[in-house]
């Protein structure tokens, strides 16, 4: 049976290549779509975000709009309630006996029995399943593995979410969010929400209004109460659980009396309080818990019981709009959470190189036969020969990180690391100590490892270094001594090293002993439902390739089109002008009945009226003027501020009645009406590649080395032999290779432009470039694209895969595609769309060709090839030729 994150997946899959349909909002398919570079069916590379935090924002919202944020039970009804309860439980994770079935029959019944008999419950051992199916709320789980981003994902929702509210401000959409997570060291993480680019997330424009509305706090320590306006929107609060915990968490000091033990408390609880009622006074609000997997588990300790009763009074409060967790495992004690909607693991981490591979990486040291000298003395020398000379891209140089349990343990490992490294010639001075006897000054070196500039290789550690440490330079991590600490201890500390970064090639290594690989492996299992000797043979399996940019002067493309305008007819006002409205009907007045019981009479009804009626006070509802300028001027397509400058001129009180909104429409309205629709032809010079952006901003990176420009993308590496640079087929004149390498998609693709290349190095004509632009498909870094209405009714943008273009300032473009798609809706649409342009251009100014083919090297498409040929030579003889 699949799992519920399967059949998820399987459906929002199925949403994206139907176009995001969603009738009541269709902004949320804009908003998905301009994720991605070019098209989303086609040749797909992500703006920002990774695979698996895309997959997993559709799948939210997959989730909202579509199925309506369904209760975690209404959401297994709707996938597994077959009509046989076996399917609906067994997917729940209820087991069930013959005799169970004599009586639950049907999943009204077993859900009744969850919520109400404790002795099933405990009967079955299933507590997260009465955890799931107890709450008040829509909650669900976010699985992801270390490394993939889950804070991005958190910020990335809160801003989709925003953005959704403030296009439909009356609708259930979150206005504010509370984010947090245990402990310190993930809440520092939390920070980078702060830093998220959401220019990349968001269109122009939503971006705009999203930023003018947006406001993030972080709770200071010690501060009393939440900075946040009472009862404001659009506000971002991150925190950790222990300041906003219903019951405070004080623990008495060992010389501290009972009196003052319960001042603290009552303080304590007091303040966090404060700061939940300023956060309950908050509309529409969401909850993102990170690391969610420790408010969950078979048996919840009073800390974690803290943390679900605080969400849960926060909803008695104030409905939450949605509860959302991120967590790096789906498992709890080897029972999958039955929140899970999306899980991304380890193996797929390491596979779409997301995570640093540990393929043969893992080494095992059998305990008491090695003395730990000699122990010690093979990892530095194993992590020097393998790591010595390695940095990341940005100059930080790899690490190892070495795991201790006691301070004994660690001050006896010191001595035998600084012998190993003194005996191949490397510094003492690379040692850091972290623990939690540090000074501040080991503090600071810890926290600056990040750092091109730290010279800190070897890391020593207790208690320090596990969950939510992020350290991408991190390469090794150490556990030779045997761990016996809390839970899951040698998981999180084992797997700090593969967090991977952007251009590093080089895999990870963890050294532990037999011991510790033992209990590595029961947690691997347990957690993530894979083995340590799976990982050890898991490689990635994509690639990032950086393309360099060779040329950046290139011809530009003249273009003719018709394009439509709207203009005011004459002596039409050049803005529009509002006045209060003066026709307003008053309300009818409302009126209460009052009616008493009479039993005696036969009627129909028992009330009979006294004749008395109250007249009902009806207040009047008003809007702020920013709200209705918005409003207007996005539904009119007006100048926000001019609009606003409007409205207060008319309401210098700042608020307008509701009564009046339908007269300052139809005035809106009316004035538009002056207008009429001319065409008329434009020539437009496309560039094939831009560097800079109208505002002078680099638009790719820059290589330091050689000053090179340079576009990257991930590539599967089973596709390597499609790639073909300069070194690779010759280029007599230069004619193309604008980036190298040429990544193509398919054999047919490579061929065609070997066999044009190889045409023109006998004789170029008159030909100025022979270009591949199937990789450049961002609409900043091209204008080489054509608009078309897709089968989903939505328009999209169609990057053509190559263009020759002549010194004459023709050109042709030509589309490879296999036989099979010949007669796609999708194809159809694009060609059509290209070649009504090119009916608008003079004499043919330019031609476009799809050529199908069955077969790699385009045996059967001679006469399209040739075609191409007589364009580029025209009447010279050229039909020796072969493919």
């Known amino acids: 049976?699949?799992?519920?994150?399967?059949?998820?997946?399987?459906?929002?899959?199925?949403?994206?290549?139907?176009?995001?349909?969603?009738?009541?909002?269709?902004?949320?398919?804009?908003?998905?779509?301009?994720?991605?570079?070019?098209?989303?069916?086609?040749?797909?590379?992500?703006?920002?975000?990774?695979?698996?935090?895309?997959?997993?924002?559709?799948?939210?919202?997959?989730?909202?709009?579509?199925?309506?944020?369904?209760?975690?039970?209404?959401?297994?009804?709707?996938?597994?309630?077959?009509?046989?309860?076996?399917?609906?439980?067994?997917?729940?994770?209820?087991?069930?006996?013959?005799?169970?079935?004599?009586?639950?029959?049907?999943?009204?019944?077993?859900?009744?029995?969850?919520?109400?008999?404790?002795?099933?419950?405990?009967?079955?051992?299933?507590?997260?399943?009465?955890?799931?199916?107890?709450?008040?709320?829509?909650?669900?789980?976010?699985?992801?593995a270390m490394g993939t981003g889950k804070t991005v994902l958190i910020g990335t929702i809160i801003a989709t979410e925003f953005a959704m509210a403030l296009r439909y401000p009356e609708r259930d959409f979150m206005k504010n969010a509370l984010v947090f997570a245990p402990g310190t060291t993930i809440i520092e993480s939390l920070r980078e929400i702060s830093d998220i680019p959401f220019d990349h997330i968001l269109p122009p424009s939503l971006h705009r209004d999203f930023l003018a509305n947006l406001k993030i706090t972080y709770p200071q320590t010690g501060a009393k109460e939440i900075q946040v306006q009472t009862g404001s929107t659009y506000n971002v609060i991150v925190t950790n659980t222990e300041k906003i915990a219903l019951r405070a968490n004080v623990k008495k000091r060992s010389n501290q009396t009972e009196i003052a033990f319960e001042e603290k408390k009552e303080q304590a609880e007091l303040e966090a309080n404060l700061r939940l009622q300023k956060i309950t006074s908050l509309p529409s609000l969401g909850v993102f818990s990170d690391e969610a997997h420790h408010t969950y588990g078979n048996k919840i300790d009073a800390e974690l019981k803290r943390v679900r009763e605080t969400v849960n009074y926060i909803h008695e409060k104030t409905p939450l709009v949605a509860v959302i967790n991120t967590t790096g495992t789906p498992y709890a004690k080897r029972q999958m959470l039955r929140e899970v909607v999306a899980w991304y693991s380890l193996g797929e981490g390491i596979k779409d190189n997301i995570l640093k591979s540990l393929h043969n990486g893992i080494v095992q040291y059998p305990i008491g036969t090695i003395p730990d000298q000699d122990v010690i003395r093979n990892v530095i020398n194993d992590f020097f020969d393998n790591y010595r000379?390695?940095?990341?891209?940005?100059?930080?140089?790899a690490k190892i990180a070495f795991y201790f349990k006691t301070q004994e343990h660690l001050d006896t490992s010191h001595k035998h690391i600084q012998n190993a490294l003194t005996e191949i010639g490397e510094s003492t001075t690379q040692i850091l100590v972290n623990t939690q006897k540090s000074s501040q000054t080991e503090i600071d070196e810890f926290k600056r490892l990040n750092d091109s500039d730290s010279q800190k290789r070897i890391i020593l550690l207790i208690g320090k270094g596990t969950e939510g440490w992020n350290c991408p330079s991190l390469f090794a991590c150490a556990l030779i001594k045997e761990q016996t600490t809390s839970s899951n201890f040698i998981l999180q500390a084992s797997t700090r090293c593969l967090r991977q970064v952007k251009g590093n090639t080089h895999t990870a290594k963890i050294f532990l002993d037999t011991k510790n690989s033992t209990i590595l492996d029961k947690e691997l299992q347990a957690n993530f439902g894979?083995?340590?000797?799976?990982?050890?043979?898991?490689?990635?399996?994509?690639?990032?390739?950086?393309?360099?940019?060779?040329?950046?002067?290139?011809?530009?493309?003249?273009?003719?089109?018709?394009?439509?305008?709207?203009?005011?007819?004459?002596?039409?006002?050049?803005?529009?002008?509002?006045?209060?409205?003066?026709?307003?009907?008053?309300?009818?007045?409302?009126?209460?009945?009052?009616?008493?019981?009479?039993?005696?009479?036969?009627?129909?009804?028992?009330?009979?009226?006294?004749?008395?009626q109250d007249e009902v006070e009806i207040k009047n509802q008003t809007t702020d003027c920013y709200t209705f300028a918005r409003r207007l001027a996005t539904n009119y397509h007006l100048s926000m501020m001019e609009t606003l400058k409007n409205l207060k001129r008319l309401y210098p009180e700042g608020q307008i009645p509701y009564a009046h909104f339908d007269s300052l429409c139809k005035q809106v309205e009316d004035q538009q009406q002056n207008y009429e629709v001319i065409e008329e032809h434009i020539a437009e010079h496309l560039a094939l590649i831009r560097i800079h952006d109208d505002d002078g901003n680099l638009l790719f990176e820059k290589d330091d080395t050689d000053g090179s420009y340079v576009h990257k993308v991930r590539l599967r590496k089973s596709k390597a032999d499609l790639l073909l640079s300069e070194d690779d087929l010759d280029d007599d004149h230069d004619v193309s290779y604008h980036y190298t390498p040429y990544d193509f998609d398919s054999g047919p693709e490579q061929h065609f432009f070997k066999t044009i290349l190889s045409t023109l190095n006998q004789s170029i004509s008159d030909v100025e470039v022979l270009l591949f632009t199937g990789s450049l498909t961002n609409t900043k870094k091209t204008?080489?694209?054509?608009?078309?209405?897709?089968?989903?009714?939505?328009?999209?943008?169609?990057?053509?895969?190559?263009?020759?273009?002549k010194n004459t300032g023709e050109f042709y473009i030509v589309e490879i595609k296999s036989e099979n798609e010949r007669g796609h809706p999708d194809v159809v649409a694009k060609k059509k769309a290209v070649q009504r342009l090119a009916k608008l251009q003079p004499e043919a100014h330019f031609e476009y060709k799809v050529i199908y083919t069955k077969d790699a090297f385009l045996q059967e498409n001679l006469d399209e090839m040739q075609t191409i040929r007589e364009w580029i030579y025209g009447d010279e003889d050229r039909t020796n030729e072969t493919v």
């Open 1 to 144: 049976m699949q799992h519920l994150f399967e059949k998820l997946r399987e459906d929002t899959l199925k949403w994206r290549k139907d176009g995001y349909p969603c009738q009541d909002y269709p902004l949320i398919g804009e908003v998905l779509r301009y994720q991605f570079e070019g098209e989303t069916d086609d040749r797909v590379h992500l703006k920002y975000l990774r695979e698996p935090q895309f997959q997993s924002l559709e799948l939210y919202w997959y989730l909202r709009l579509v199925l309506k944020t369904p209760h975690i039970v209404n959401l297994y009804r709707h996938y597994y309630d077959t009509g046989d309860i076996r399917d609906f439980c067994e997917a729940f994770g209820i087991p069930l006996t013959p005799n169970d079935l004599i009586y639950i029959t049907n999943v009204d019944a077993v859900i009744n029995l969850v919520e109400n008999n404790p002795d099933f419950v405990k009967l079955k051992q299933i507590d997260p399943v009465y955890e799931a199916v107890t709450l008040p709320y829509p909650s669900y789980i976010f699985a992801l």
């Open 530 to 612: 894979t083995t340590l000797g799976e990982l050890r043979t898991q490689d990635a399996e994509t690639e990032e390739v950086a393309l360099r940019i060779r040329k950046i002067d290139l011809p530009k493309l003249q273009i003719m089109q018709l394009v439509r305008r709207v203009v005011p007819l004459e002596n039409t006002p050049k803005d529009i002008q509002l006045r209060i409205p003066t026709d307003i009907r008053e309300a009818s007045p409302t009126f209460r009945s009052i009616l008493t019981p009479d039993f005696t009479q036969r009627s129909t009804s028992p009330l009979t009226a006294l004749g008395a």
């Open 783 to 805: 204008d080489f694209h054509f608009e078309y209405k897709g089968t989903d009714n939505n328009y999209h943008r169609y990057f053509p895969d190559f263009v020759i273009v």
């Open 389 to 397: 000379d390695v940095a990341l891209p940005d100059g930080a140089k």
